[in-house]
C-alpha cells in the first residue's frame, strides 16, 4: 500500500479539505457571490503566521534531548552513565555524568538561543501591521489576522504581507513596479499588472462594492508559476473571466517600489505561501573531517570493548586459583557467590567498559562544535573579503563546512555575474550586415561627450534606411523596460523630456537596459508606457506612438520574447527578440548569412548576441492570434503547455532585421583566481546558459583554457555528424592515448611536458550523456567522466538550471567522490549550490536567492582565493590536529589505567581519582587545543597567496589519513607506556621521602597523571608554530591550573565527601626529589620519540609545506644574526 496516499488523505481531511481538488475558489473582500451565482462554498484557509522555529516552550526539553541523543556519541555515555547507576562500577557516576551533561547543556543553550532568535525575527514578522479593507474603510491589523480573500492596501517601499492579486494600483495604466531579490535573487525592478476590468477601482468604496471570485490552483512553490482566473459578477447575465499568471501575482516578501499604492487581494497566506513553501531545509552536509572522526571513534570503540573483553577473561582466569578468587580484603558476599558465573561476567564486562570508556572523548564533540562556529568569525572579520561598494564582507551560514574549503577538488562555477560582473555595456548592432558602434554606454550611465555616431560600414541608403529604423523601433518596442518618471537632479525634479540625459529606465534584465539605452545614443529614445501605448522619440524629435496589444514573455525554453504593436496608421507588428538559435529557423527572409558571421564574430569576442527579426499582421492574423492567446491563458490546466503551443504557432515566418552585442565585462582578479585554483590543484568547470562561442571567448580571458589547450567538442552540432557512442570513443582515446604515454598529474594539468586538454559540453549533449545507451554499448556516463578527469577545464554551455546540478551530482558519486565545490550569483545556481559539498553564493546584481541558501557567500569571485588557499588551508589543519590529538590524548590518558589492572588483580581499581577523571577532558587539557585550533598558523597568510601548491599537501585529506592516525595512536601508547612503566620501575621498592615512607596506590597514580598532563600539553606546544602572548596564556596557564587545583584538592578536607584519600598526597609526592626528577625524566622520555620521527622527516622526507617553514626559520635566524653583528661592531667602533 503506498503510504504516502494515506498520508496526504489524512493530513488533509485534517485541514477540513476532505473533498480535496486542485483548485481553490477566494471570496474577494470575504463578500458573497450575488444570487442565482454559483453556489457560495467558504473553505477553510491557514493564517497568516508564519513559523520558522522549530521549538516551542513546551517540546523544547524533551525534543532537544531526543535530538541530542540521536548522536551515537551522546547515547553511548548516556548508556555509560545509566550502567554506572544500575551496577556496582569502580568509578562513580559523576565521573560520566558531569562532561555528558556539559556537553548536552552546552548544545541545548546553543540551539536554545538560535531558535530564541527564530522565534523573535517570526514575531516581528507576524506582527507587523498590514491595512485591509472593511465595509469600505482601511482597517488597521497585524499580519497574522490576515485571511484568504481580504482586500489589503500596500504603500511604496512596504513588502507584501502574504502572496496577493494585484487589483488596483495609483498608476494610470494598473500597473506596478516591484523587488523580489529576497525571493528568486532578481533586484532589479519587475512589472506587474492589474486586471483590466478592476484596475478602474481605485477608492476603498468601490473595492467594497466589487463582486468577484478567483479561481486558481492550490499553492505550489514555483515562484515563476501561477494559474488562475477571475469571475467578475455586474449587471450582466453571467461574471467576466479574465486570465491571471504569474504576471499579476504579488509573492510575499516582495516589496512595492516606485508606485505610490496598490490594492490587492490575499490569495495564499502563512505558510502557503510561495515563500513558505520555499522554505527547503538543506539537505545536512558531512565533512570529510566528520566521517573520519566517526570511522576513528568505531575503531576506538572496538578497542574499548576488546580491553573490557581481554580484562574480563584474565580476571576469571587470574581468580581460578582459589587462593586467589577470595583474599581476605576482597571477600564477595553470600549474594555474589550464589550468583550465576555468567551474569557476574556480565557485569564485570560493563564494570571494565564503565573504567575504560574515557577512551572515547566525549569532549571532542563539543569542542569541535566550539571550534566550528568560533573559527567562522575569522571569514567575516576578514577586511581583506570586505567590499566598499557593496558596504557587506563574507558571510557564514554554516560552520560546519569551514574545514571542507580546505579539501575541494572539483570547483563549479556559474558565468555570468560569477566570472563576469553582469554590467552590461552595449558594443554594436548589425542591421542587414551594416555595423554602428555608438559611444561609451554602458548599463544605462550614459558618459558625457558621447553625443555621435561611429559607422564601421556606410549607411544604407533607399529601402535600407527604412530597415534601419524599423530595427531602432523593435529594439524600442520589444523589452519590459519601464522608465521611471521623475528622477532629482541638483534638488530639482525634471521630468524626461526636461533633459534626456536625466531618463532613468527600469528592468529586470540588465540586457535589456543597455539596449534600450544603446538606442537612445543612436537616436531612437523609449520615453514611456501610457495608457497601454508605448512611446518613442525619433531623430527627428517626433513622438511616435504604438499601442501595446499583447507581450509574449521571454523564457528559458523558446530564449526569446516578442511583442505585438498597432502603429498609429493601424498595421500591425510582431518584434522579436532570442538567441541566435531560437531566431535563425523561424526566419524565411533577410540577410541571414550577414548577420549570422557577425553574430559569430562578437560570439568569439566574448560578447552576449541577440537576433531580432518581425513581421506583419493583417486584421485576421491578428483576431486569431488574440483568440490563441486567450484560449491558451484561460484554462486552468495545462496552460503553460498550452501558451507554449500558441507561441510556437504564432512566432514563425520572420524577416530578420539584425542582431546586437552586448559586453559583461569579466570580474576583477577572475582570471588570478582560477589560475591559482589550477596551481592549487583543483579542476574549475564553468557551467552557464549562455552560447559556446561566448562562454569559450570567456573561458580563455579567464585564463580558464589557455592558448596551448587543445579544445576537444562534445556539442550538438558534432553528434550531428557522428553517434554520440562514436564521438565519446574518439575524444576518450584521445586524452588516453596521451594519458598513457606518459604519468601526468591527477590534478594539475599544469605541466608543460604533455598536452593540456579542454572540454566543452552543451546542455543538450549532456542530456543524451546522462541516458542509458540503448544499444546496450555500454554506460556513456563512465566514458564521459574518464574524458573529465584527463581534463585541466571543462565548460558546459546551454545549461539548465537542473543540468548544474546533475553534472555536479555525477562528479559527486564518481568512483573516487571527490569534494566539490559550486559557486554562483543567481537563483538558476542555487540547485548546483545545494547539491555541491560546499556551496558557495556571490552576493550579486541578481539578488541574494543564491547566497542565502549558501554555506558561504562572497561579495566577488576574487575573494574565493583567499577563502580557499588561506581560511580553508588554515581550518583543515587545525581540525585535523585537533581531531587526532584528542584522541592521542584519550590513549594516554586510559591506557596506563589498563596497564594497571594487570598489578592490582582485575579488581577494576582506579588509577586516577575520581576529580581528575572528570576534569582531565573538562578542564585541565581543553583550553590549550582549542586555542590551537583557532589560532594556529603553520605557514604565514602572505605565503599561502602567493605559493597556491601549498594547497595539494593536505588534499585528500591527507592528515587524516589511516597511516597518520594508526601513528598518533601508537604514540599515545608509547607515551602511556612510558608514564605507567617508568612510574612503576623508578620507584619499584624504593623510599620516596625523607622518612622512609613509600608512596600508595593514589600517590602512584596522581604521579601518572602529572607526567600525562605535562607530557600532552607541552606536545601541543612543540606542535605549534604561531606564538601569541594567547598561546603562553593557555598552555602554561593550564598547566599552572593542574598544579593549583591538586594543591587545593589535597591540601584542604573537604567536608562533603565521604573519602579522603587525596589528601596530603599532592604535597607528599612534591615534596621528594626522586618525584621531580622521575617527573622530568619521563616526561624528556614520551616527547624524544616524536621530535626525533620530525626532525628526521623533515631532513630527509620533507614536504613542499615543511621546506617553507624551515627557510623561513633560517631566514629568521639569519637577520637577527646580521642585526646583532651590526649592534657588535657599532659598539665597537663607538
Not at 742 to 749: E, L, Q, V
Request: glycine fraction near 6%; charged fraction near 20%.
Amino acid at each position: 500500500m503506498d503510504f504516502s496516499v494515506l498520508r496526504n488523505l489524512i493530513r488533509r481531511y485534517c485541514a477540513g479539505e476532505e473533498n480535496w481538488v486542485d483548485s481553490r475558489t477566494v471570496y474577494i473582500g470575504q463578500r458573497e457571490p450575488p444570487p442565482g451565482a454559483e453556489a457560495y462554498i467558504p473553505q477553510r484557509f491557514p493564517d497568516n503566521r508564519i513559523v520558522s522555529s522549530k521549538y516551542t516552550f513546551w517540546n523544547f526539553v524533551p525534543k532537544n534531548l531526543f535530538e541530542q541523543f540521536r548522536r551515537i556519541a551522546n547515547f553511548y555515555f548516556l548508556i555509560i552513565f545509566l550502567v554506572q547507576l544500575i551496577i556496582d562500577t569502580p568509578t562513580s557516576p559523576i565521573t560520566s555524568g558531569l562532561p555528558l551533561f556539559f556537553v548536552i547543556t552546552v548544545t541545548a543553550i546553543k540551539q536554545g538561543y538560535e531558535d530564541w532568535l527564530r522565534h523573535k525575527a517570526d514575531n516581528a514578522i507576524n506582527q507587523c501591521p498590514v491595512h485591509i479593507i472593511q465595509h469600505g474603510k482601511v482597517v488597521r491589523k497585524q499580519s497574522h489576522k490576515l485571511r484568504v480573500g481580504d482586500i489589503v492596501l500596500v504603500k511604496e517601499d512596504e513588502t507584501f504581507p502574504c502572496d496577493l492579486i494585484l487589483l488596483s494600483s495609483s498608476r494610470e495604466d494598473g500597473t506596478c513596479f516591484v523587488t523580489t531579490a529576497s525571493l528568486d535573487g532578481e533586484s532589479s525592478h519587475k512589472t506587474y499588472y492589474a486586471v483590466q476590468d478592476t484596475k478602474a477601482f481605485n477608492t476603498e468604496e468601490e473595492l467594497d462594492s466589487l463582486h468577484a471570485t478567483i479561481e486558481c490552483e492550490q499553492p505550489q512553490p514555483d515562484l515563476y508559476k501561477f494559474v488562475g482566473r477571475i469571475n467578475i459578477y455586474q449587471d450582466r447575465d453571467g461574471p467576466i473571466a479574465r486570465p491571471l499568471g504569474s504576471e499579476n501575482l504579488l509573492l510575499r516578501g516582495a516589496t512595492l517600489k516606485n508606485t505610490e499604492h496598490i490594492y490587492a487581494v490575499a490569495i495564499y497566506t502563512g505558510m502557503e505561501t510561495k515563500m513558505a513553501l520555499n522554505y527547503q531545509s538543506k539537505s545536512q552536509k558531512r565533512s570529510a573531517v566528520e566521517k573520519s572522526m566517526n570511522a576513528f571513534l568505531v575503531v576506538y570503540l572496538c578497542i574499548l570493548i576488546s580491553k573490557a573483553m581481554i580484562n574480563t577473561v584474565l580476571k576469571y582466569v587470574w581468580q581460578a586459583d582459589p587462593n586467589r578468587d577470595e583474599p581476605w580484603y576482597n571477600e564477595k558476599t553470600e549474594l555474589e557467590r550464589q550468583r550465576h558465573v555468567l551474569i557476574r561476567a556480565f557485569t564485570d564486562f560493563l564494570a571494565f567498559m564503565v573504567l575504560f570508556n574515557y577512551i572515547i572523548p566525549v569532549s571532542m564533540y563539543v569542542t569541535v562544535e566550539m571550534q566550528k562556529f568560533l573559527g567562522s568569525y575569522f571569514i567575516t572579520w576578514d577586511e581583506e573579503m570586505y567590499d566598499e561598494e557593496l558596504g557587506e564582507g563574507a558571510q557564514v551560514n554554516t560552520s560546519d563546512l569551514n574545514e571542507e574549503l580546505g579539501q575541494v577538488e572539483y570547483v563549479f562555477t556559474d558565468k555570468t555575474g560569477t566570472l563576469t560582473e553582469n554590467n552590461m555595456e552595449f558594443i554594436e548592432c548589425c542591421v542587414d550586415g551594416h555595423v554602428y558602434v555608438p559611444h561609451a554606454i554602458c548599463n544605462g550611465q550614459i558618459l558625457p561627450g558621447a553625443s555621435g555616431i561611429d559607422m564601421i560600414d556606410s549607411s544604407p541608403g533607399g529601402g535600407g534606411k527604412e530597415r534601419e529604423e524599423l530595427f531602432f523601433r523593435a529594439l524600442c518596442l520589444c523589452h519590459t523596460v519601464q522608465v521611471k518618471e521623475e528622477e532629482t537632479v541638483d534638488g530639482i525634479k525634471r521630468g524626461i523630456h526636461q533633459g534626456k540625459a536625466t531618463s532613468f529606465y527600469i528592468s529586470s534584465s540588465p540586457d535589456e537596459v543597455a539596449l534600450v539605452e544603446g538606442m537612445k545614443r543612436l537616436g531612437f529614445t523609449y520615453l514611456r508606457l501610457k495608457d497601454s501605448h508605448m512611446e518613442i522619440l525619433n531623430r527627428e524629435d517626433e513622438i511616435e506612438r504604438f499601442e501595446l496589444m499583447e507581450v509574449l514573455n521571454f523564457d528559458s525554453v523558446r530564449r526569446r520574447m516578442s511583442v505585438i504593436v498597432r502603429s498609429s496608421t493601424g498595421e500591425y507588428y510582431l518584434f522579436c527578440k532570442g538567441a541566435d538559435s531560437s531566431i535563425f529557423p523561424r526566419v524565411v527572409s533577410g540577410k541571414v548569412e550577414q548577420v549570422r558571421a557577425r553574430v559569430e564574430h562578437n560570439a568569439v569576442e566574448g560578447l552576449r548576441t541577440l537576433c531580432v527579426a518581425y513581421k506583419r499582421l493583417t486584421q485576421a492574423e491578428y483576431e486569431d492570434v488574440c483568440h490563441q492567446l486567450s484560449a491558451a491563458k484561460l484554462s486552468l490546466q495545462d496552460r503553460d503547455k498550452r501558451l507554449a503551443e500558441a507561441y510556437d504557432t504564432i512566432e514563425k515566418d520572420f524577416i530578420l532585421l539584425g542582431a546586437t552585442a552586448v559586453e559583461d565585462r569579466l570580474q576583477d582578479k577572475a582570471a588570478d583566481t582560477i589560475e591559482s585554483l589550477h596551481k592549487a590543484g583543483m579542476k574549475v568547470w564553468v557551467l552557464t546558459g549562455d552560447k559556446m562561442e561566448t562562454a569559450a571567448a570567456t573561458c580563455y580571458a579567464s585564463k580558464l583554457f589557455r592558448r596551448s589547450t587543445q579544445i576537444l567538442e562534445l556539442t550538438t552540432k558534432r553528434t550531428e555528424e557522428q553517434s554520440l557512442h562514436d564521438v565519446l570513443f574518439d575524444l576518450s582515446r584521445t586524452v588516453l592515448r596521451q594519458h598513457c604515454t606518459m604519468t601526468r598529474d591527477t590534478f594539475s594539468g599544469l605541466s608543460n611536458d604533455f598536452q593540456d586538454y579542454g572540454l566543452i559540453i552543451d546542455g543538450a549533449t549532456l542530456s543524451a550523456v546522462m541516458k542509458p545507451a540503448q544499444d546496450g554499448s555500454g554506460n556513456y556516463k563512465e566514458i564521459f567522466l574518464e574524458i573529465c578527469r584527463n581534463c585541466s577545464a571543462v565548460l558546459c554551455c546551454r545549461m539548465a538550471p537542473l543540468q548544474k546540478a546533475q553534472i555536479v551530482k555525477l562528479i559527486k558519486s564518481s568512483k573516487e567522490h571527490p569534494i566539490t565545490l559550486a559557486i554562483g550569483d543567481g537563483a538558476n545556481d542555487v540547485s548546483m549550490i545545494l547539491e555541491a559539498h560546499v556551496g558557495i553564493g556571490i552576493m550579486g546584481k541578481e539578488g541574494r536567492q543564491a547566497a542565502r541558501n549558501s554555506d558561504y557567500a562572497i561579495p566577488k569571485f576574487k575573494h574565493l582565493k583567499k577563502m580557499l588557499l588561506v581560511h580553508g588551508h588554515y581550518y583543515y589543519i587545525r581540525i585535523a590536529e585537533l581531531v587526532q590529538y584528542f584522541f592521542y590524548k584519550n590513549v594516554c590518558f586510559i591506557f596506563p589505567q589498563f596497564l594497571y589492572q594487570f598489578y592490582c588483580g582485575f579488581s577494576q581499581q582506579p588509577l586516577y581519582d575520581t576529580a581528575y577523571l572528570t576534569l582531565y577532558n573538562i578542564s585541565f587539557t581543553s583550553l590549550p587545543i582549542l586555542l590551537y585550533s583557532l589560532i594556529e598558523q603553520h605557514i604565514n597568510m602572505d605565503i599561502l597567496k602567493k605559493d597556491p601548491t601549498l594547497y595539494r599537501d593536505i588534499a585528500k585529506n591527507s592528515l587524516l589519513r589511516w597511516r597518520i592516525f594508526i601513528y598518533w595512536t601508537f604514540l599515545g601508547v608509547f607515551d602511556a607506556a612510558v608514564f605507567f612503566f617508568g612510574a612503576y620501575f623508578l620507584f619499584d621498592n624504593t623510599t620516596f621521602t625523607s622518612n622512609g615512607q613509600m608512596f600508595g596506590n593514589w600517590t602512584f597514580g596522581t604521579l601518572v597523571f602529572t607526567v600525562l598532563v605535562f607530557t600532552v600539553t607541552l606536545k601541543l606546544a612543540l606542535d605549534t608554530h604561531y606564538w601569541t602572548w594567547i598561546n603562553h596564556f593557555v598552555i602554561w596557564g593550564s598547566l599552572l591550573f593542574y598544579v593549583i587545583f591538586s594543591l587545593l584538592w589535597g591540601g584542604i578536607i573537604w567536608p562533603f565527601l565521604n573519602y579522603q584519600r587525596m589528601y596530603y598526597v599532592f604535597m607528599q609526592m612534591l615534596s621528594s626529589g626522586p618525584a621531580w626528577l622521575g617527573i622530568i625524566l619521563l616526561i624528556t622520555v614520551s616527547l624524544l620519540p616524536d621530535v626525533v620521527k620530525k626532525v628526521l622527516c623533515r631532513a630527509l622526507w620533507p614536504t613542499t609545506t615543511e621546506r617553507i617553514q624551515t627557510k623561513r626559520q633560517c631566514l629568521t635566524v639569519e637577520q637577527s644574526t646580521i642585526f646583532m653583528l651590526s649592534q657588535t661592531s657599532s659598539s665597537i667602533s663607538f
